[in-house]
Each structure stands twice: as C-alpha cells, then as structure tokens.
C-alpha cells in the first residue's frame, strides 16, 4: 500500500494526509489506510477478504452466460470442460471489454453440438450495466468492507484526503463510482493499476540510494498471532494493526502433572477459538521438568521483523530448554483445509497444549 502512495507522489505533496489504498485483484482484496505525515507513511489499518477478487466478477458473468445458453439450447455446458474453459475466457474478455465499452458480443462457433451431431453455436450481446446488476453484491461488499477498515483505524469517510486505486478489477467503472459515492471524492486512477505497487517500489529503492532520503515506512500486521491452548483456545500475543517489526511475549504452563513436553502451535486470525483461524506452523518442546501441574513456567515468544518474517519461540524458564520456528505470515487456507490440518495433527500426537499462566510486560523492539 505504501507503494501505490508512493507512485502517485503523495510523499512529496507535504502536510498531514490520510489515504485509502483499495486493492482489488485477480483473487484477493485489500484496504488500507496509511497516514503521512513528515515523510513518515504508517499504516494504521489494513483488512480485506482473501476470497474476493476479479475472478468472483468473471464466475457471476459465467454463471449467466450459462444459464442463458442452457435456456437457448437446452445444453448445459457446465459438463463439458472444453466449452466451459471457452466459456469463462471469453467472460473475462467481455467483462475488460465492459470497463470501457457499453456493452460487447460473445461470439463462439462450435461450442456444442446437437443429439444429431449438428455444430452449436453460441452468441450473446452483454451490456455493462447488465454486468454491474450481477456484481453489484461483490462490490457492496468490498464497500462494507471498506467500511470496516476506517472503524478499525478510529476515522470516518471525512478524514480521507486521498484514494488510490490498485488491482485490475479497480478499473470496473462501477467500483469508480461507488469509491466516489462512498468517499465524496473520486479516487486517483491515473497510473496503470496492475503497475501501480512496482512503479512505486522502485521509485522508493531508487531513493534509498540517495544520500538525503528521510522517507520512513511503519507498516502493521495485518491479522492476529497467537498459540492454541488447552480447550482449543487462541490466546492473542500479537494484536492486528500492531506497527512492526514488534515483539511480544507471555509466560504459560502445563495442563497436567508430569507433562515433559508441549505442543506450539501458531495460528493467525481474529476468532476465540483455534479451528476459527489459520494455522501457520507448529513445534514441540521437550525436557520440562515434570512439575505438577501449573508450576512449570514456558515463556513463549512472538517476533515480527520490517519483512513481516515471524519468529516464535519457547523457553521453559528452569531448564533453559529452548526450541523455536520461523514463518511468513500469510492467508489463503479454506476452512476445510484448516479442519483437515487439525484433524491429522489430533490424529499424530498426543501431546497436550499450554495453559495460561499469567501477564508478562509487552516488550517492544
């Protein structure tokens, strides 16, 4: 985001803004919102939905194109994998082609034949404002979503000097308006949204080269992080929109008596509960002394650096026994794929969580 800011030279324009950078791509979408002030971009907030993007615009297109030709032709191409690739190619085509044009033809000769072996063509005029009727659930949620990213950084719509546009679904001249509507301001869309991010990442190398570059970038997190404990509980050590590089730790102990190991394991998210959130990584700690319950102390330890690299650690703070992993925050695992993760890991250990014990100070870098 602090790229996009940095293409459009809002670094230079001088004074205190507040921007919006809303990034829609191909698969995921994005809003953040970055304060500059003093040559200083931090950003304060970022959310989104990391399944939203162009293509749910293309499958809405899809769905009607099919539906339509299985009214016509009585055929439902959906079985046939060879016309439906056809098919959705030609949806994302008329759907860029509706970015700019009022409306398009989808021509395909020979896109099914009949019980008798007679050619089927297909060919339908589709109108922008026919797409903008079918999508307009997708973009009202990336609005609302918008929305929530300006509650979570304590602003409102007036506070916002400036909003930037990234993605090439952000050319959807529905997005445009409604960016307008909801802002009061139409949103900056003079650079190329799909070379926006790498115009202003090499405009910012190219100042690091210099000499008198005060340029200063605070990026946050933007989910939280913290371990599975006993009862299936996530306990947060990292809040979201925390400014990083950051550290963080806390001091918990065993669930039962004679417990010589533990297992870590590092989720990200916002629910109460483990399987509501996405598992990054796990480990196990080994050679506690086996204490009663509730006597062993294991600090663990939560460290993200500038290139959002998190470290986590454990350290039982009698042994001395120490045992760490190292991943890169990420998103995309569907709930089933999470359930699944968890499911084989129930199935391989029975090694029991940590409890918690009690608040440490919040250390910061």
């Known amino acids: 985001p602090t ?15 507040t921007i919006v950078i809303y990034d829609l791509g191909g698969g995921t979408f994005d ?18 939905d990391t399944f939203l993007g162009g293509e749910d615009v293309d499958i809405r297109l899809l769905e009607e194109l099919l539906t339509k030709f299985h009214a016509d032709a009585g055929i439902d191409l959906g079985t046939d994998r060879l016309a439906l690739q056809r098919l959705r190619t030609a949806a994302e085509e008329a759907k860029i082609a509706l970015s700019f044009e009022k409306e398009t033809v989808i021509n395909l000769p020979f896109i099914s034949v009949t019980d008798g072996g007679d050619p089927i063509h297909f060919e339908t005029k589709v109108t922008r404002e026919e797409l903008e009727d079918w999508t307009r659930p997708l973009i009202a949620k990336t609005i609302e979503i918008t929305e929530k990213s300006l509650d979570l ?13 990234v993605g090439g679904q952000t050319r959807m001249p529905l997005i445009q308006r409604r960016l307008e509507e909801f802002f009061g301001k139409p949103p900056r869309k003079g650079i190329n949204p799909d070379e926006v991010v790498a115009l202003g990442a090499a405009t910012h190398a190219g100042s690091l080269t210099q000499t008198d570059n005060d340029l200063l970038l605070i990026d946050v997190t933007p989910l ?11 306990a947060k050590l990292i809040e979201r929109n925390t400014a990083v590089p950051c550290k963080r730790r806390h001091t918990f102990t065993t669930v039962r008596d004679g417990q010589d190991a533990v297992n870590i394991q590092v989720f990200q998210g916002e629910g109460d509960k483990v399987q509501d959130n ?44 120490t045992q760490q992993i190292e991943v890169t925050a990420s998103s995309g695992l569907t709930e089933e794929e999470i359930r699944k993760m968890m499911a084989d890991r129930d199935d391989a250990n029975e090694i029991d969580f940590l409890d918690d014990l009690e608040d440490d100070p919040i250390d910061d870098l």
Not at 31 to 43: P, Q, R
Not at 224 to 234: E, H, M, P
């Open 31 to 48: 809003v953040s919102i970055l304060k500059l002030a003093n040559s200083v971009f931090e950003v304060v907030s970022t959310t989104g």
């Open 278 to 321: 996405e598992l990054l990584g796990e480990f196990v700690l080994m050679g506690i002394p086996q204490l009663p319950r509730g006597e062993p102390q294991i600090e663990v330890q939560f460290s993200i650096n500038a290139e959002g690299i998190v470290s986590v650690s454990a350290k039982d703070l009698e042994s001395g026994k």
């Open 3 to 17: 790229a996009a800011a940095i293409a459009y030279g809002l670094a230079n324009a001088g004074g205190k803004q």
């Open 224 to 234: 939280s992080l913290g371990i599975a404990t006993q009862g299936g509980f996530f």
């Open 153 to 165: 950084a304590g602003m409102k719509k007036a506070d916002v000097d400036s909003v930037v546009l």
